[in-house]
């Protein structure tokens, strides 16, 4: 499968994004998937992940901000993104997973296919 991610951008604090990550070659939910985000100078981190089942899991730092979901007849990965901060400033990356895990996976390693990264920069 390849993804393609967009939607990245500048927002102000407060404000919402909505990040895609479009699928091609394979049906996108027959993956598990996650999203990740690298802030400069810093790591890459775990944000949220759906399993290939339709579990989720979300990093603490985005809890109740941030949103995963499907869209089949798109073949599209969405990343829904509210009340932003300033530290969500990072490049966010979607990955694919054949391995077909009950619970999410939050390591990078465990995603075999990458997006090339959209950047989300938030204003204070």
């Known amino acids: 499968v390849q993804l393609q991610a967009y939607g990245g951008g500048l927002v102000q604090a407060g404000g919402s994004q909505r990040l895609s990550c479009a699928a091609s070659?394979?049906?996108?939910?027959?993956?598990?998937i996650g999203w990740f985000r690298q802030a400069p100078g810093k790591e890459r981190e775990f944000v949220v992940g759906?399993?290939?089942?339709?579990?989720?899991y979300y990093a603490d730092s985005v809890k109740g901000r941030f949103t995963i979901s499907i869209d089949s007849r798109k073949n599209t990965v969405n990343l829904e993104m509210n009340s932003l901060r300033p530290e969500d400033t990072a490049v966010y990356y979607c990955?694919?997973?054949?391995?077909?895990?009950?619970?999410?996976?939050?390591?990078?390693?465990?995603?075999?296919?990458w997006g090339q990264g959209t950047l989300v920069t938030v204003s204070s």
């Open positions: 070659g394979d049906t996108v939910s027959s993956y598990s």
């Open positions: 990955a694919a997973g054949r391995r077909h895990s009950y619970t999410v996976v939050v390591d990078a390693a465990g995603y075999e296919f």
């Open positions: 759906l399993t290939w089942n339709g579990n989720t």
